[in-house]
């Protein structure tokens, strides 16, 4: 069964603070991962996407690592900011036409002062 | 970049009203939309897959006589929720596919916040 687990499930952390956050999945046959961030009340922006021969990715100071081998994927906040409390969230594809997007749950993360 | 416009954002209705909301690609055009349901602390979850010009596909326990999707336009899809209830309270979300194949980006709508009293 296709799935995406997510940890932790939920993250505080202080302002200026790095983050890793982890995303592991089961899906067959892959095609990419993307990382998206939600914030409370939104529609999911993109912030990554990678495929099977990428490793990492960087946006900003968001950095989204990939092991296809291990199925696994991070992704790294840097020196955090208040603004990057929200849910972050690891989506699958598989390689097949229409297939759709496998979510996982997200990880809340929340940055205090 | 592609944006996708959802409207309306939010909406507060009496138990038995239908409500649509629409999706609109601004940049693009879309032949496949999506369209998802999200309850608190949840993930997004599909509840069936619009293509332009055909019937929606809908997912297992989706009732589609409740749920109703048109896509009439390459930039348009709408969703009716018909003689909506309490349980139908929830996040609705749309999106929209850049082009074709599993690796065009996927862009999603604000969504739409529907509280039926």
């Known amino acids: 069964k296709n799935q995406v687990e997510q940890s932790p499930q939920s993250l505080i952390i202080l302002e200026g603070k790095n983050c890793t956050l982890q995303?592991?999945?089961?899906?067959?046959?892959?095609?990419?991962l993307r990382w998206y961030k939600q914030d409370t009340g939104r529609g999911p922006v993109s912030l990554t996407i990678?495929?099977?021969?990428?490793n990492t990715k960087s946006n900003g100071r968001y950095t989204a690592t990939l092991d296809a081998d291990t199925k696994q994927s991070s992704l790294h906040i840097t020196a955090s900011q208040l603004s990057d409390s929200a849910s972050y969230i690891c989506?699958?594809?598989?390689?097949?036409?229409?297939?759709?997007?496998?979510f996982g749950k997200g990880t809340r993360l929340s940055v205090i002062a | 970049g592609a944006v996708v416009s959802q409207h309306p954002s939010w909406v507060i209705c009496k138990s038995g009203t239908s409500v649509k909301i629409e999706c609109r690609s601004l940049d693009f055009q879309a032949t496949t939309m999506f369209w998802y349901r999200q309850f608190p602390k949840q993930s997004l979850m599909l509840m069936a897959t619009?293509?332009?010009?055909?019937?929606?596909?809908?997912e297992q326990g989706v009732e589609k006589d409740k749920f109703l999707i048109n896509h009439a336009s390459l930039t348009l899809s709408t969703l009716t929720v018909t003689s909506a209830h309490p349980e139908d309270s929830s996040f609705y979300i749309c999106?929209?596919?850049?082009?074709?194949?599993?690796?065009?980006?996927?862009?999603f709508g604000d969504g739409t916040r529907l509280s039926i009293l």
């Open positions: 990678m495929t099977f021969s990428e």
């Open positions: 995303c592991n999945y089961t899906v067959s046959p892959f095609s990419n």
């Open positions: 999106s929209a596919r850049d082009g074709t194949g599993p690796y065009q980006p996927q862009h």
């Open positions: 989506v699958v594809s598989a390689r097949s036409g229409n297939t759709p997007l496998v």
């Open positions: 619009s293509n332009e010009g055909s019937k929606a596909t809908y």
